[in-house]
């Protein structure tokens, strides 16, 4: 879709980098059908508005930990939808590793009679509230964008658990492999699947066509791809000629 007006690109971008964390200015411009000069200048205005902040090749949020919240109110039924095969995949999993992110921890309450592994403080709120939780919590450095714990304390504490699976999630997905916006995040990332005999990548399709600033890991990492049935057949075709089980929710 082509945004010629001003203001509505401008929203367009606010809603975006609200959703994701980060906006990468050669993405937005081609999916906003514009010039990379015109998304810098809008990312500049939007910077003096208080809106976002800019980086090197894009924009991230102003506002620490608000992302995570807003994140979570961004294609709600989507989320629900691959929350719930999700927790299906992981059924029966004696231990269950969960990795930040708002559609991660949508799966937490739907899981029974595993232990969860995390870094997540929403995940640890939500199952503190349980009676009796069965969890495993790392703490660490707290990062307000992503409301979690990193570092190498998280790290530590991760490596001397073994899951039988871990869902994780991605700010973009490709056949390069899974990007994200936080480096000490996606540490946390590559420990979990290490220690997993199983890796589930949650990513609605949005993230199929993006592209973000941090690289997690190759895609090789993962052995089943849960997205919403928005994605394209042929983005579908190629995650599953890539070797990836693709699962379809909704």
């Known amino acids: 879709m082509r945004y010629t007006g001003a203001p509505e690109r401008r929203a367009e971008l606010e809603r975006l980098v609200t959703a994701d964390g980060y906006i990468a200015s050669a993405d937005v411009a081609h999916r ?18 208080g809106v976002l902040r800019r980086v090197a090749g894009g ?27 999700a927790a299906a995949e992981a059924a029966g999993a004696d231990v269950v590793a969960l990795d930040a ?25 939500s199952l503190s509230r349980d009676a009796a939780p069965q969890l495993i919590a790392a703490g660490g450095h707290y990062q ?29 997905v490709g056949l390069d492999g899974l990007w994200g916006t936080n480096v000490l995040d996606a540490a946390i990332k590559r420990v979990l699947a290490a220690q997993s005999d199983r890796v589930v990548l949650l990513a609605d399709a949005d993230k199929l ?5 941090v690289r997690i890991a190759a895609l090789d990492i993962v052995d089943t791809l ?13 995650f599953a000629a890539a070797g990836i089980d693709v699962r379809i929710a909704g």
Not at 33 to 49: C, N, P, W, Y
């Open 59 to 85: 924009a991230t949020v102003a506002a620490p930990g608000l992302p995570f919240e807003r994140r979570d109110a961004v294609g709600a039924a989507q989320k629900r939808a691959i929350a719930g095969l």
């Open 209 to 213: 066509e993006r592209t973000s600033a």
């Open 101 to 125: 992110g708002t559609t991660v921890a949508a799966v937490a309450p739907l899981l029974h009679g595993s232990t969860i592994v995390t870094h997540s403080l929403p995940v640890i709120e």
């Open 226 to 238: 849960i997205t919403d049935a928005r994605a394209h057949p042929d983005t579908v075709a190629r």
């Open 144 to 172: 307000p964008d992503t409301r979690a714990f990193a570092g190498p304390l998280a790290e530590e504490t991760l490596r001397g658990v073994r899951c039988d699976v871990a869902l994780l999630s991605a700010t973009a």
């Open 32 to 49: 906003l059908g514009v010039s990379e000069m015109t998304v810098r200048r809008d990312l500049r205005l939007l910077e003096e508005e």
